[in-house]
């Protein structure tokens, strides 16, 4: 099954990183908040999350590229 293309989310994203508290706006509902720091703790989340304070960021590229690695095309 081929993969989904998921870069026009990049193009619509005013910056280079996504607020974990932001990742529901960013994925259109597909990935939560909970979800993604549950998968963070298990060592299964995006690559190269930063962290700013308490909060943590993921670079917009990095996050594209772990969810299509995540997706498939269906149908």
Do not use: C
Request: aromatic content about 6%.
């Amino acid at each position: 099954m081929a993969q989904a293309n998921l870069q026009r989310l990049a193009e619509s994203w005013p910056s280079p990183y996504v607020a974990r508290t932001m990742v529901k706006t960013f994925s259109g509902g597909l990935i939560t908040a909970k979800h993604i720091a549950n998968l963070d703790s298990a060592g299964k989340g995006p690559a190269g999350r930063i962290r700013v304070g308490r909060k943590i960021a993921y670079n917009v590229r990095a996050l594209i590229s772990w969810m299509e690695a995540r997706s498939q095309e269906v149908g």
